[in-house]
């Protein structure tokens, strides 16, 4: 990966991080739905971003 690539990787990180700090401090309780909706968002985000400049890096 290029340089790049990699300051966009690390600013989407640290965009999806900070989001979910936001979420941990903001929620009244952590429970199934808080921990399902930050494993489903980083599914959502990191996935394609894997598949993307990863998998296909032939």
Not at 4 to 22: H, M, N, Q, S, T
Not at 23 to 38: K, S
């Amino acid at each position: 990966m290029t340089t790049g690539r990699w300051i966009r990787f690390a600013c989407i990180l640290g965009l999806w991080l900070f989001l979910v700090y936001l979420l941990l401090t903001r929620a009244a309780r952590i429970d199934f739905m808080v921990i399902f909706t930050i494993v489903a968002s980083g599914i959502i985000v990191f996935v394609p971003l894997y598949k993307k400049y990863i998998k296909n890096k032939k």
